[in-house]
C-alpha cells in the first residue's frame, strides 16, 4: 500500500518535472515560465504527500478478507484546502463536491 502511493507520487513529480522541461525549451529558455509550470505540476505531489503524511497504515491478518488498509485522519476543512489548491492548480472551474 505505501509502496503504491510512492509510485503515485513518483508520477507526478515526473510529470512535472517532463512539463517543466518542455516550458523552458519551448520558450527559448525562460526560467520564469518554466518554473511556473513545474510549480503548478508539483501541487498534486504536494497535496498527496500531505494525505499520506496524515494517514496511518495497518495490516488485517485474516486469510480471507485480510491485506493492507489506510485511514486518513484529516479535518473537514483540511479536505476542502486540498480540494481548493488541486483546482487552483489545474486551472479549471469549481466543482460543488470533491471527495478524496
Not at 32 to 43: E, I, N, Q, R
Not at 80 to 100: D, E, G, H, K, Q
Amino acid at each position: 500500500m505505501i509502496l503504491l502511493r510512492v509510485f503515485n507520487m513518483l508520477g507526478y513529480a515526473q510529470t512535472a518535472i517532463f512539463s517543466g522541461l518542455r516550458v523552458f525549451a519551448i520558450s527559448d529558455r525562460n526560467y520564469y515560465w518554466a518554473s511556473l509550470v513545474f510549480a503548478l505540476g508539483m501541487t498534486p505531489f504536494g497535496t498527496n504527500l500531505a494525505l499520506t503524511a496524515m494517514s496511518s497504515f495497518g495490516y488485517i491478518p485474516e486469510p480471507l478478507v485480510g491485506g493492507c488498509y489506510s485511514v486518513v485522519g484529516q479535518s473537514e476543512r483540511t479536505g476542502n484546502m486540498c480540494s481548493r489548491i488541486s483546482r487552483v492548480a489545474r486551472l479549471s472551474l469549481p466543482t460543488p463536491s470533491c471527495s478524496f
